[in-house]
């Protein structure tokens, strides 16, 4: 199973080196095997890169994690009055609440 987020940085699996010509990276994957950068090839194929090296992706896979990637973003970014009463009232409060020392360490 794949999972990607498209506003991972890809530049922390890649490194500096510049893609393949005519590819494009779009976020990060992660699978069973590993997490790398997703790129789309100049051909279309979707590869995981780590560090310079590429592994092919099964196209329909990659597809259909990002189908559910973008309606995820949708939906977390739709405005509601439920949404905008808690921000404010969390306003009003100070903020989100700062994490406990013993949160931060678990």
Same mark, same amino acid.
């Given at each position: 199973m794949l999972t990607i987020k498209k506003s991972g940085n890809w530049k922390l699996y890649w490194g500096v080196m510049s893609l393949p010509a005519g590819a494009e990276a779009i976020g990060i994957v992660t699978?069973? &095997?590993? &997490?790398?950068?997703?790129?789309r090839l100049a051909n279309g194929n979707y590869v995981q890169g780590n560090a310079g090296g590429i592994r092919n992706l099964p196209k329909h896979e990659v597809e259909q994690a990002l189908q559910v990637s973008n309606a995820a973003a949708a939906l977390g970014s739709i405005k509601s009055e439920k949404k905008s009463k808690s921000s404010a009232e969390n306003g009003r409060l100070g903020g989100r609440p700062k994490k406990s020392k013993d949160e931060s360490e678990a």
């Open positions: 699978r069973e &095997t590993g &997490t790398g950068a997703l790129i």
